[in-house]
């Protein structure tokens, strides 16, 4: 499954994901071609957020994703003010699971927005979707 649609600025995405029997794979999000957020990719601890193909953090989940569970998922990307000197902004990306905060990456040095692609992959695992959404953040 794959899911690409242009935008700009601060975006989010959300989604229930309920992992099948025999999961193998992972769920994978990108913001604007540069930021990508994966969780699970093969072990359903593990939580990553990359930074133009370059891994900015990485996440260990405190409880396990278990199959025949239906998980509510929320990924946001928002650029905000930076508090470095010399810096203007900052990009922050956040991943909730069931309303819990899991992860946070804060990159000092956002990448220019000017592939502004939101897109949703899905691979080599058994996950259904639903209830999907793309909003903007307040």
């Known amino acids: ?6 935008v700009r600025g601060d975006i989010g995405i959300q989604f229930d994901a309920m992992i099948m029997p025999g999961h193998t ?6 913001f604007n071609s540069f930021y990508e957020v994966v969780i699970g990719d093969n072990s359903d601890r593990m939580l990553r957020i990359y930074k133009n193909r370059k891994l900015l953090k990485l996440s260990r989940l405190k409880i396990p ?11 946001e990307r928002i650029t905000r003010a930076s508090n470095i000197q010399n810096s203007s902004q900052e990009a922050v990306i956040s991943i909730y699971i069931d309303d819990r905060l899991v992860a ?12 502004p692609v939101l897109g949703m992959r ?7 979707i639903h209830n999907f959404m793309v909003y903007y953040p307040e």
């Open 25 to 30: 794979g992972g769920i994978g999000v990108f």
């Open 122 to 128: 899905v691979w080599n695992s058994k996950v259904q």
């Open 65 to 75: 994703l278990v199959t025949d569970t239906i998980y509510s998922i929320k990924i």
């Open 1 to 6: 499954i794959e899911f690409m649609h242009y």
């Open 104 to 115: 946070t990456a804060v990159d000092p040095t956002p990448l220019d927005d000017n592939y």
